[in-house]
């Protein structure tokens, strides 16, 4: 004899896989990873950076600012007057109380234009001032 039609119907929903359990530990895996990420932040152009022998890793270098050959200032990837420095970094500063400046600045930079730029970070408040260099 046959199976009543409602008993079949029972069987197949029994044989589905609930998805809502999985679904949970996916979006609360996705949030951690969010939360964990490190973001790297850029000046905004890459400079040739001196050597030097004595060169240290920062691991907390929050307001980067770079000095191309040329005395352009780039902060957040955008060109800024060398007036605007002060103002920037503290807005940066205001963002991340705890953050230190590291000045990127090329070979060729003219040492006025990085003068300028300490300046401007110790004007803003921001005392904690490190100069980029490549190990060599």
Known sequence: MRAPLAQIFQEEEAEEINMTPMLDVVFIM?????VTASFVKEAGIDVNRPEAATAVKKERANILVAIS???????????VDVRAVQAN???LKAENPQGSVVIQADKKAT????????????????????IAAQEG
């Open 30 to 34: 996705l949030i951690f990873f969010i």
């Open 69 to 79: 050959d040329k005395g352009e200032i780039w902060i957040n990837k955008r060109q």
């Open 89 to 91: 970094i503290e807005r």
């Open 111 to 130: 040492t006025d234009t990085l003068i300028k730029v300490m300046d401007a970070s110790r004007a803003a408040g921001v005392f904690d001032v490190s």
